[in-house]
């Protein structure tokens, strides 16, 4: 079993930054995939971001690329997400998640056996 903590979030302005964390426990995530996603308000969850296993390979969602970046320290078995140039419309709950496989792909929303609770970004215009 897999317990995922997210961390982090806040009320920003726009064109702030934040960074948010994942501190995972019961197993160690090196050879679990790790996913951002998120859920804004009246709308489904929407895929992020991912990251492989080792962290070599990346995976964005459009609305994000260039902007966000995730990355994971598998010695502290914690992964995060940074968000620079914020806007009011990435207002949302933000969820990380992991699936028991090395390997990413975009989306693959229920290919994640493991979530997290969710922690909730704001960003004011």
């Known amino acids: 079993q897999v317990r995922l903590v997210e961390s982090g979030g806040g009320l920003v302005q726009a064109g702030d930054s934040l960074r948010l964390s994942c501190a995972a426990s019961?197993?160690?995530?090196?050879?679990?995939?790790l996913g951002w996603f998120r859920q804004g308000p009246g709308k489904e969850r929407e895929f992020v971001a991912a990251?492989?296993?080792?962290?070599?390979?990346?995976l964005y969602a459009d609305v994000v690329k260039g902007r966000f970046t995730i990355s994971r320290d598998n010695t502290k078995n914690t992964g995060y997400l940074q968000m620079n140039s914020l806007k009011p419309e990435d207002t949302a709950v933000y969820y990380c998640?992991?699936?028991?496989?090395?390997?990413?792909?975009?989306?693959?929303?229920?290919?994640?056996?493991?979530w997290g609770q969710g922690t909730q970004v704001t960003v004011s215009s």
């Open positions: 019961g197993r160690t995530l090196s050879g679990y995939g």
């Open positions: 998640a992991a699936r028991p496989r090395s390997s990413i792909r975009v989306g693959g929303e229920r290919t994640y056996d493991y």
């Open positions: 990251i492989s296993g080792g962290g070599i390979n990346t």
